[in-house]
């Protein structure tokens, strides 16, 4: 009778703590603190077990949806080492890690978070709202810092970590586009990042990258729209397009220079078609009873950017666009080479980016595909390498490269993976006191070549060419393959 008593008298006080809490959401609500977590503890005699009681509340703020969680902790006596992190104060710091923490961005066509916005935890889901069908939501990175060793962010599951500093971030990496599509959309925050960053709705068409060997797409019809479709196929491909727009009589002109020019002066009351062909431009207005008309085009290089606005008072069938697109080999460049490779002497190379590997797992992955890590036997062949690794899609100033050479079976005596001589080296020259390559001592491991145009200290500028570096073999890189060519 006395133990319910006290039982009794302990969930009194309870009760009351609660109501104490719904006080302070009350006051935390009005004042927009989106950051407060409250852990409290208490002790209860002449018992045998752990309880535990969780009240999640929303508080809604300016700028996000933030979950306030308040846990009680109700510690019996003969089993108090059962939860460690409980104190007997009144006040209990925060577990290092909480799994469930969860934060809702707020549905708006734009906004502004970062790291202030959270709370002090290792550990958070920012959930993205799902956009509607016609619409994409993209989040741009503006600020990062923290120690890749320390915490990271990630857009996605399958994307990238992304830790460090920003500027260390290559700019496409830096943001992310969610589509209607998206399932559970969550960017995953680990450890304590300082970022920042913004988030708006976008069109469903916008900033859209094909890297396919050929394919085709539609835009409209549509009242008011804008999209942006990047067509980038490997360095030695041409893209040969084809575009079909309006919806009156077939017209008799195919030729580019007749219907698109450089400048449309007036409004265009329709869809506006620009594309960007290295360092040409040109624009095209199709307007309600345009004649059907067929383009076809052939890029100067292997890729070309389509820009498509559409401004009209309603929907209309004018409003409308076809694209088709395919790859044109340039036959002095790839030679017999198979697609997405490159002939360099008696080989054919290619920029392996699926995955990045150790060098020895790079490698085996070159011998599998009937080759091994590419070898460069002369200047040519660097400029040929540097040339597929800079127009590579999808390819960053801050790329690293794994090549053949390695002097693992001797310090100081390289050679290439293939047998061949180690007769031309393209070594990072250095700064003007330090950072010259090979720099191996014997006793640091960077037995294995990398092929790189960024080198420390930061912000040092960039080469023009991969400059050769010695390192770590088990790095992980993309790496360039060879394999030999069939005449």
């Known amino acids: 009778m006395v133990r319910n008593k006290h039982i009794l008298f302990y969930l009194f006080i309870i009760y009351l703590v609660l109501q104490s809490l719904l006080f302070m959401i009350s006051l935390i609500s009005k004042l927009n603190n989106s950051k407060t977590f409250v852990y409290i503890s208490f002790i209860i005699p002449n018992a045998a077990k752990t309880l535990i009681s969780r009240l999640s509340v929303c508080v809604f703020s300016k700028s996000i949806i933030t979950q306030i969680n308040f846990l009680i902790y109700v510690v019996l006596p003969g089993n108090r080492t059962q939860n460690p992190r409980v104190k007997s104060s009144a006040l209990t710091t925060r577990p290092k890690r909480r799994k469930n923490c969860a934060i809702r961005l707020k549905a708006a066509r734009s906004g502004k978070v970062h790291s202030g916005h959270l709370p002090r935890t290792h550990g958070c889901r920012l959930l993205i709202p799902q956009p509607a069908p016609k619409n994409a939501l993209l989040i741009e990175l503006h600020k990062l810092n923290v120690p890749c060793a320390a915490g990271f962010i990630r857009f996605a599951p399958n994307t990238p970590t992304l830790c460090g500093k920003l500027e260390q971030i290559p700019p496409p990496s830096r943001k992310f586009m969610y589509s209607s599509s998206s399932k559970n959309p969550a960017i995953e925050l680990h450890g304590r990042p300082s970022f920042a960053a913004t988030y708006r709705l976008v069109d469903h068409c916008h900033?859209?990258?094909?890297?396919?060997?050929?394919?085709?797409?539609?835009?409209?019809?549509?009242?008011?729209?804008?999209?942006?479709?990047?067509?980038?196929?490997?360095?030695?491909?041409?893209?040969?397009?084809?575009?079909?727009?309006?919806?009156?009589?077939?017209?008799?002109?195919?030729?580019?220079?007749?219907?698109?020019?450089?400048?449309?002066?007036?409004?265009?009351?329709?869809?506006?078609?620009?594309?960007?062909?290295?360092?040409?431009?040109?624009?095209?207005?199709?307007?309600?009873?345009?004649?059907?008309?067929?383009?076809?085009?052939?890029?100067?290089?292997?890729?070309?950017?389509?820009?498509?606005?559409?401004?009209?008072?309603?929907?209309?069938?004018?409003?409308?666009?076809?694209?088709?697109?395919?790859?044109?080999?340039?036959e002095d460049v790839v030679g017999h080479c198979d697609y997405g490779w490159v002939l360099s002497g008696d080989f054919c190379i290619s920029a392996v980016r699926e995955a990045k590997r150790a060098w020895r797992q790079a490698e085996a992955e070159c011998v599998r595909l009937g080759g091994h890590l590419a070898s460069v036997l002369n200047e040519r062949q660097q400029q040929v390498m540097d040339q597929m690794l800079i127009h590579t899609p999808g390819a960053g100033v801050d790329d690293v490269y794994w090549i053949g050479a390695t002097d693992a079976v001797q310090e100081g005596e390289f050679r290439w993976s293939d047998g061949l001589p180690f007769s031309y080296a393209h070594w990072f020259p250095g700064w003007r006191k330090h950072s010259s390559q090979p720099n191996d001592d014997g006793t640091s491991g960077q037995d294995c070549v990398e092929a790189r145009r960024e080198f420390p200290p930061r912000p040092a500028p960039s080469s023009p060419t991969f400059m050769w570096n010695d390192r770590g073999c088990r790095e992980h890189n993309y790496f360039v393959c060879e394999r030999p060519s069939v005449d």
């Not at 490997?234 to 009589?249: E, I």
């Open 207 to 330: 900033d859209i990258l094909l890297t396919a060997r050929n394919g085709s797409f539609e835009v409209g019809p549509a009242v008011k729209l804008f999209c942006s479709y990047h067509i980038h196929l490997p360095y030695g491909n041409r893209v040969a397009l084809r575009l079909q727009m309006g919806t009156g009589p077939k017209s008799k002109e195919n030729d580019l220079s007749n219907i698109i020019h450089e400048d449309v002066l007036a409004l265009c009351r329709g869809m506006e078609l620009t594309l960007e062909d290295g360092e040409s431009r040109w624009k095209h207005c199709s307007q309600p009873g345009d004649p059907l008309r067929s383009v076809q085009i052939i890029s100067e290089a292997n890729s070309v950017r389509l820009n498509i606005s559409v401004l009209a008072k309603k929907n209309s069938s004018a409003m409308w666009l076809k694209v088709w697109w395919m790859d044109k080999a340039m």
